[in-house]
């Protein structure tokens, strides 16, 4: 098939993932909703984080071709990380059904490892379904921490579990050594779900606060001390970095 071939069923292809993606956030938003009944701002964070991933996913997607089982399932687990994410400021609010977001966060973190399954089977692992898994954990964590936090189970600190990995994208901008590639990590990837599973543990409604700020701090120290080696690996290399 030729290049424009190519380019026209990218620019099919691509828009149709993206439509059905917004299908199935607002039925999970609409979903949520009506059993949770969170205030309206709700409804509209929910979109315009949508529209927001959308832009960024269309700006980023580097192939002219399908977008692949792998991304729609990313996409899958984005919608539901985006409903979470926006419910995540009302969660002092939802009272009996914190038990609903405790269980689709559980489920968010279960569809985790879906992507990368249906990738290695389907021989369609690439770097944009790489980084965009890897956005969407982001958000997820930042999403939770914004829940604890508005729980009251933890202080404003809670939120540096979100924000580090933004504050180290940031400081990309400033120190170009930054930006090389690491080597996968088993370490850096259990670290990550520890994150995930203690701020997931601790918006439920029988932990304290106690409990959750404890078991918070140390999913905090584990992942200053991972962000610490891996910045440190990265120093090691900024020559070469540069050489390259």
């Known amino acids: 098939m030729d290049s424009n071939g190519r380019s026209a069923s990218h620019w099919v292809a691509l828009p149709l993932a993206l439509a059905w993606g917004f299908v199935l956030v607002t039925l999970l938003c609409l979903a949520t909703g009506w059993l949770a009944g969170p205030p309206v701002l709700f409804y509209l964070l929910t979109v315009a984080l949508y529209l927001c991933v959308c832009g960024l996913v269309s700006r980023a997607w580097p192939e002219n071709r399908d977008f692949g089982w792998a991304n729609r399932a990313t996409l899958l687990r984005g919608c539901l990380v985006i409903v979470l994410f926006a419910l995540a400021p009302f969660a002092e609010h939802l009272t009996d059904n914190l038990w609903l977001y405790g269980w689709m966060a559980l489920l968010a973190l279960i569809l985790d490892g ?131």
């Not at 939770?144 to 940031?170: D, E, P």
């Not at 932990?207 to 440190?232: M, Y």
């Open 114 to 244: 879906v992507d990368g399954k249906v990738a290695r089977a389907t021989g369609s692992e690439s770097d944009f379904g790489a980084r965009f898994d890897m956005e969407l954990d982001a958000l997820f964590i930042l999403g939770l921490s914004i829940a604890v936090l508005a729980l009251g189970k933890a202080g404003i600190w809670v939120l540096a579990l979100g924000l580090i990995r933004y504050a180290f994208v940031a400081a990309g901008h400033f120190a170009d050594w930054l930006n090389a590639p690491l080597p996968d990590s088993f370490r850096r990837k259990t670290v990550c779900v520890w994150q995930i599973v203690t701020l997931l543990v601790a918006v439920l409604p029988p932990i304290n606060s106690l409990f959750a700020s404890t078991t918070l701090a140390t999913a905090l120290a584990l992942l200053v001390w991972s962000f610490f080696v891996d910045i440190h690996w990265l120093y090691q290399r900024r020559h070469h970095h540069d050489v390259q």
